[in-house]
C-alpha cells in the first residue's frame, strides 16, 4: 500500500509511544516495540515552514511499528505532530 495521510486517534503509553490506533473505524493493537526518529518534514507540500530556530522547525516525529487488527498484523508508519498533537498515519507496509 502507498502513501495514506490520514489522521488517526491514537493511544500512547507513558513515554509517549503508542499503544492502539483507530483507523477507518478498527483499532489496532500495537504488537512491537515502536521505533522513533527525526526526518525532515515534507516543506514543500502544504503548510509552509514556519519561521524560527530549532530542529521543531522543519523536522517531525516519526514512528514504526507492528499493529494488529482482526487477527491481520502488519507494519505501519506515523508522524506525529508535537505542535498540534495531531498523530497522521503515512504508511501501511
Known amino acids: 500500500m502507498g ?8 493511544l500512547v503509553d507513558q513515554e509517549g509511544a503508542p499503544t492502539l490506533f483507530r483507523w477507518r473505524e478498527k483499532d489496532y493493537q500495537v504488537s512491537s516495540r515502536p521505533v522513533r526518529w ?11 515552514a ?8 522543519l523536522e517531525v516525529e516519526m514512528w514504526r511499528f507492528l499493529a494488529a487488527a482482526d487477527g ?6 506515523m508522524i506525529r505532530n508535537s505542535r498540534t498533537r495531531i498523530w ?3 504508511r501501511k507496509f
Open 3 to 10: 502513501r495514506i495521510d490520514e489522521v488517526v486517534a491514537v
Open 72 to 77: 491481520v498484523v502488519n507494519s505501519y508508519e
Open 88 to 90: 497522521i498515519l503515512t
Open 38 to 48: 527525526f526526518a525532515r518534514a515534507e516543506w514543500w507540500v502544504g503548510e509552509r
Open 50 to 57: 514556519h519561521r524560527g530556530i530549532g530542529s521543531g522547525v
